[in-house]
C-alpha cells in the first residue's frame, strides 16, 4: 500500500492511497478527532480544486471531467530516425486500438466528431461518426502521406483531407 498524495485543509487530510495497480483508495482523516472516513474519487478531487480555488466547488458551472478512458500508454518514437514519423505512428496506434470491438471505440469517435469551436469541426466530420469509417479513413491518410514528399505544406492536401472527412485541428 503506498500514500500517493495528501491534501490539507485543517482541519482534514485527504489521502490518495495506491493499495494496488489500477486500484485507489480515498480517506479523509479529523485531525481533531482522528476520525478516519472513506471518500469517493470526485470528493477527493474536489479537495484538491479547493486547494486552489475555493469558490470552484460552488460555482454553477464548475465540471469535473474524468479522461482516464483514454489514459493509455502511449508508444514513444525514441530513434532519431523516427523524428518526422509521428502521424505514421498516432495513425497505427490509433487504427490498433479501435480494432476489434467497434462498441469499444464509439466514444473516441463521438468524442472526435463532436469537437468544435463556434460550430467549426475541429478533428473530424459527421462521416467519420463510427470507428470503421475512421479506421479505414486513418488508414487510407497514412498511404497517402507515406506517398507524398515530406516537406509538402499542408494547403497542398488540405482539399483531399476533407473530402476524407478531417478537419486541421
Known amino acids: 500500500m503506498y500514500m500517493q498524495e495528501a491534501v490539507v485543509i485543517p482541519p482534514l487530510v485527504i489521502f490518495s492511497i495506491r493499495s494496488n495497480p489500477g486500484f485507489w483508495e480515498y480517506v479523509k482523516v479529523n485531525s481533531d478527532d482522528l476520525s478516519v472516513e472513506a471518500i469517493t474519487a470526485a470528493e477527493c478531487l474536489k479537495s484538491k480544486e479547493i486547494i486552489y480555488d ?23 518514437l525514441t530513434l532519431s530516425s523516427s523524428i518526422g514519423n509521428g502521424v505514421s505512428l498516432v495513425s497505427k496506434f490509433l487504427t ?16 472526435l466528431v463532436s469537437l468544435n469551436h463556434l460550430g467549426e469541426k475541429l478533428m473530424i466530420t459527421d462521416a467519420l461518426n463510427t470507428p470503421t469509417k475512421l479506421q479505414m479513413a486513418l488508414i487510407l491518410a497514412d498511404v497517402f502521406l507515406s506517398a507524398i514528399p515530406k516537406d509538402t505544406t499542408y494547403p497542398n492536401f488540405e482539399l483531399r483531407f476533407k473530402e476524407w472527412g478531417f478537419e486541421k485541428g
Not at 96 to 111: E, I, S
Request: hydrophobic share 30%.
Open 54 to 76: 475555493e469558490n470552484w466547488t460552488r460555482h454553477e458551472n464548475a465540471l469535473e471531467l474524468n479522461f482516464s478512458a483514454f489514459d493509455f500508454p502511449t508508444p514513444r
Open 96 to 111: 490498433t486500438k479501435l480494432n476489434g470491438n467497434p462498441q469499444t471505440a464509439q466514444p473516441l469517435v463521438d468524442y
